[in-house]
């Protein structure tokens, strides 16, 4: 400390209200975000049509899908009439293109840029149970009974 001063703060803490934790994800440019969403695909008329194979093809098709949007899929689970996944996604836009458009007055600010925005942010999400409880719920949901053993 000089003269009873705090040492000035970094820019991070002078700008970021929000901690990433180990289990938010760093994209590029300074962004952090956790963004996880909890689905379950149920069967139409809860019909039981699902065995082994089928969940593991299912699983490799959600991996894939999930790729294709920059997408993380950190569970897969399922049972025979449904599936759970855990999949953290990176949040995307187009705000700024379409403020912009809407606002000529805005471009003369930012025509060499060509963005509104900072690319500099943090997304989160809100509610729901903690990460940990809905892991740990997709994790022990039943798998169907493997063919022959009834």
């Not at 975000?33 to 008329?45: A, D, G, S």
């Not at 449904?82 to 187009?94: D, E, I, Q, R, S």
Request: net charge positive; aromatic share 10%.
């Amino acid at each position: 400390m000089q003269g009873g001063r705090p040492p000035p703060a970094s820019r991070q803490e002078r700008t970021s209200t929000h901690e990433p934790t180990s289990d938010s994800q760093v994209g590029k440019a300074h962004c952090a975000f956790r963004m996880h969403v909890h689905l379950v695909f149920v069967t139409k008329y809860r019909h039981k049509v699902f065995a082994d194979r089928h969940l593991t093809r299912c699983e490799e098709i959600m991996r894939a899908v999930c790729e294709d949007f920059e997408a993380e899929l950190v569970e897969f689970n399922g049972e025979n009439n449904h599936v759970y996944l855990l999949v953290n996604f990176p949040p995307k836009g187009v705000s700024s293109r379409r403020l912009r458009q809407e606002f000529p007055d805005l471009v003369r600010h930012y025509w060499r840029a060509q963005r509104l925005w900072s690319g500099s942010y943090f997304a989160g999400s809100v509610g729901g149970a903690p990460l940990s409880i809905v892991k740990q719920y997709i994790e022990q949901q039943n798998q169907p009974l493997r063919p022959g053993l009834t």
